[in-house]
């Protein structure tokens, strides 16, 4: 051992000529103890791992700044998403008060007391979306062997007071829809459109010299031409058969002069 640390080995006495006595294991064991003592400051000295500690601390603070510029991109995030949902609920809100408007305008147009004023707005809805061709006295009369027309007449008094739908639309010259109202399973209220043609349909606004003139008139040059001709009208009772043919009828004040059959008299 001393060989190897020959800083450790004790001073060397002059020779003598006695040999020294050999060690007790007391001594063994001090000098055993010196050398701990002595080799313990050289352990001790672990400035890598005090440097791996420092480092290791020092190293969490590197980390704070990436996590400080994660949460304001994530504030940011959510900075843009609140800024969607607040447009989402500005468009919503306005929706919402153009809708009000749109009722309120209808309120204020029709009857809110009428029991089908819904179905009603959505007659009016339907029409307003339409385009109108109604027939006119400048249309060309079309020859046909057989002539089918279909007239349109106006409510009347009780129908009126009853509060009933005009669920007949004339659009064009040739053409008629039916708006039936229907109801789904949900309770909720519809409209469903038919659409029937015929050779020629009057609204209720046509007068009857309008429809003599597209309906029995080339009947009559016809039989002055030495042919045949008939013309009838049918349909329910109170449709308008005898305002049509015969004239207005209705009241004191009677008028036979603009009927059908008084028109078509004046030709002979």
Do not use: W
């Not at 980390?63 to 989402?88: G, I």
């Not at 500005?90 to 809110?112: G, H, P, W």
């Amino acid at each position: 051992i001393f060989s190897l640390n020959p800083d450790l080995a004790p001073e060397e006495d002059d020779p003598s000529p006695e040999t020294p006595p050999p060690p007790t294991p007391s001594a063994k064991v001090n000098k055993i103890v010196k050398n701990r003592r002595t080799v313990v400051p050289s352990k001790i000295e672990t400035p890598a791992r005090d440097n791996r500690v420092i480092g290791s601390a020092r190293a969490r603070p590197t980390q704070l700044p990436e996590q400080s510029s994660s949460t304001q991109q994530n504030a940011r995030r959510k900075s843009n998403c609140v800024k969607e949902v607040e447009k989402l609920q500005e468009k919503r809100e306005k929706r919402r008060l153009q809708q009000q408007e749109i009722r309120e305008k209808r309120a204020q147009d029709v009857d809110a007391t009428n029991p089908n004023y819904e179905i009603m707005c959505m007659i009016r809805d339907f029409r307003g979306s339409l385009d109108y061709r109604p027939l006119t006295t400048s249309d060309p009369i079309d020859e046909h062997r057989i002539c089918v027309c279909v007239r349109k007449r106006p409510l009347n008094k009780k129908e009126t007071v009853m509060k009933d739908l005009d669920v007949i639309t004339i659009p064009s010259k040739d053409v008629v829809m039916v708006h039936e109202p229907k109801q789904k399973v949900d309770l909720t209220r519809y409209l469903e459109n038919q659409t029937f043609r015929f050779d020629y349909a009057f609204d209720d606004s046509t007068p009857n010299e309008m429809v003599y003139r597209f309906t029995a008139r080339p009947l009559v040059e016809t039989i002055f031409e030495r042919g045949m001709a008939t013309c009838f009208a049918y349909g329910q009772t109170g449709s308008g058969k005898t305002h049509t043919m015969g004239g207005d009828f209705s009241g004191k004040n009677q008028d036979c002069s603009k009927g059908i059959y008084a028109l078509a008299g004046k030709k002979f």
